[in-house]
T-cell receptor, first 116, second 110 residues
Framework: DGGITQSPKYLFRKEGQNVTLSCEQN?????MYWYRQDPGQGLRLIYY???????QKGDIAEGYSVSREKKESFPLTVTSAQKNPTAFYLC???????????????FGPGTRLTVL | AQKITQTQPGMFVQEKEAVTLDCTYD???????LFWYKQPSSGEMIFLIY??????QNATEGRYSLNFQKARKSANLVISASQLGDSAMYFC???????FGPGTRLSVLP
């Protein structure tokens, strides 16, 4: 089955520790995205990548870092510089970010990060 | 810059009735697409329906339809014959920088 996997579903970390969230897709999509969602809020774009070895900052990139060494993988690191990291993190992918207007994003199940 | 507004933080509807969730948008792009997603309490995002700015007809997908009024820059989601399983958060989003609205929480009453 094609889709996006995120692991783990729940993650607990102590304040001051870096933590890496996994995102893998087997849809052969070029573009991948990371969003943050706070309780009762919409999604905010952290980073996105249009192609391997390239990524762009979104609206709230401070305190986060990403890498895109493989087409199918786009891990997100939440660093100790992120002041309020407790949130729900969603990874998504799409065929690309340009070209056809119809370009649905497919989402993973999300990772709920709690920093103690 | 693109922006999505959803002015209804919460909505209630009786089971089997229809409900309209509002979405207005702002963009200077002549070509754009609008998406609606459903997010149940489990957190997953489920794609519901898409409307392209040049589409001549309003989009429909089963019980979901989109009331697209381009001049008013609105793309309201209509859910017909509501079911208890429709209770969830609903997000309007715009193609481009994938901007999402703040969402509307729909509660279907038995």
């Amino acid at each position: 089955d094609g889709g996006i996997t995120q692991s783990p579903k729940y993650l607990f970390r102590k304040e001051g520790q870096n933590v890496t969230l996994s995102c893998e897709q087997n849809l052969n999509h070029d573009a991948m995205y990371w969003y943050r969602q706070d309780p009762g809020q919409g999604l905010r774009l952290i980073y996105y990548s249009q192609i391997v070895n390239d990524f762009q900052k979104g609206d709230i990139a401070e305190g986060y870092s990403v890498s895109r060494e493989k087409k199918e993988s786009f891990p997100l690191t939440v660093t100790s510089a992120q002041k309020n990291p407790t949130a729900f993190y969603l990874c998504a992918s799409s065929i690309d970010t340009s070209g056809a207007v119809y370009n649905e994003q497919f989402f993973g199940p999300g990772t709920r990060l709690t920093v103690l | 810059a693109q922006k999505i507004t959803q002015t209804q933080p919460g909505m209630f509807v009786q089971e089997k009735e229809a409900v309209t969730l509002d979405c207005t948008y702002d963009t200077s792009d002549p070509s754009y697409g609008l998406f609606w997603y459903k997010q149940p309490s489990s957190g997953e995002m489920i794609f519901l329906i898409y409307q392209g700015s040049y589409d001549q007809q309003n989009a429909t997908e089963g019980r979901y339809s989109l009331n697209f009024q381009k001049a008013r820059k609105s793309a309201n989601l209509v859910i017909s014959a509501s079911q208890l399983g429709d209770s969830a958060m609903y997000f309007c989003a715009m193609r481009g920088n994938f901007v999402f609205g703040p969402g509307t929480r729909l509660s279907v009453l038995p």
